[in-house]
């Protein structure tokens, strides 16, 4: 069965410092894979997303995430964080299958940033 | 644009009680899916909705159902309530098979 496992519960970093949340995924073909962000109480905003291609794929807010299938992982990095970025992050995946699709989601890191 | 957006943003509901949830997709997608989001967790999907037909089916009982009309709008009700439907429900909508635009959720407190 599919899967996504975020596997850092809640991380804090500096502002200025560099980020990198992490994702691993279980899928039997070549998965579509994504980022989501979510403000407390609001619905969730895509970052990015990989489909196919180049490994290596920037998203919105400066983020970028590299696709490595050899470990299937699915890492969120930042160069350089700034307050607003505190925020809850999601890795997902697509289960395609010819009826549709449905995104699996992993539980979650939770980002805070210190001043 | 106005993006997807989700009727009403807060409900509470007494157990045993039904609820309907109401979502718009955004303009020029024609597929909708609903999200429960319980607190510290990630979305998990509940179905999805196509040319007014349910497409998919995530891992919910009966008492949850839904329905898409004609204009690509969509509701999701439940039935019975138990405490555990409390939740943060997301709709999202899509053209593309994977990419979807998501609402900002409606809370619901079963109480």
């Known amino acids: 069965a599919q899967s996504v496992t975020q596997p850092d519960i809640h991380i804090t970093v500096s502002e200025g410092a560099s980020l990198e949340l992490r994702c691993n995924y279980s899928y039997g073909a070549t998965p579509y894979l994504f980022w989501y962000v979510q403000s407390p109480g609001q619905g969730l905003q895509l970052l990015l997303k990989?489909?196919?291609?180049?490994?290596l794929v920037q998203g919105i807010k400066g983020f970028e995430a590299e696709f490595k299938r050899s470990q299937s992982s699915f890492n969120l990095r930042k160069p350089s964080v700034h307050w607003s970025d505190a925020a809850e992050y999601f890795c997902a995946v697509a289960a395609l299958n010819q009826a549709g699709t449905a995104l699996i989601f992993g539980k979650g890191t939770t980002l805070s940033v210190s001043s | 644009d106005a993006g997807v957006t989700q009727s009403p943003t807060h409900l509470i509901k007494t157990r045993g009680q039904q609820v309907t949830l109401r979502c718009s997709p955004k303009s020029g997608h024609d597929t909708v899916s609903w999200y429960q989001q319980a607190l510290g967790q990630g979305p998990q999907f509940i179905f999805q909705y196509y040319e007014e037909e349910e497409r998919q089916r995530g891992n919910f009982p009966d008492r949850f159902s839904g329905h898409q009309f004609p204009n690509y709008s969509s509701e999701l009700n439940v039935n019975a309530l138990l405490l555990g439907d409390s939740a943060l429900y997301l709709c999202a909508s899509s053209l593309d098979r994977a990419e979807a635009f998501f609402g900002q959720g409606t809370r619901l407190t079963v109480v």
């Open positions: 990989y489909f196919s291609g180049d490994t």
